[in-house]
């Protein structure tokens, strides 16, 4: 069997996903894989590059990949999660002198 050997590229806009492959060469970094996928001409990329490798950070993006490593490309959080959580709460109350959800009549 002759199997292509590739890495992945992923980022995910916040209208579209990607998932390019990309044919793997000895010494490949992620910014490697990033340039050669062609991801900069189809979507904007933030600025600087926040990647990682399997959900793993990178320090370094220069860092030499193996086969089948996916890059990913990170962007910044639209909201925080914890003021999310906050207004569920606010909208759900569960506290000692109110009744639960499990108490709510469906309509």
Known sequence: MNEVQQVWVAY???????LIAVPF????TALDA???SGIRAQTNLPEPLALGIFGVR???PDQ???VGDRVEIYRAL???PQDIRRKRAAENPVGRYC???RFKQLK
Not at 25 to 28: D, L
Request: net charge negative; proline share 0%; no cysteine.
């Open 78 to 80: 639209t909201i925080n």
């Open 58 to 60: 990178l320090q370094d």
């Open 25 to 28: 060469q000895q010494g490949m």
């Open 12 to 18: 995910a806009a916040q209208d579209q996903q990607f």
């Open 64 to 66: 030499v990949l193996q």
């Open 99 to 101: 009744r639960g959800n």
């Open 34 to 36: 990033i340039e050669q």
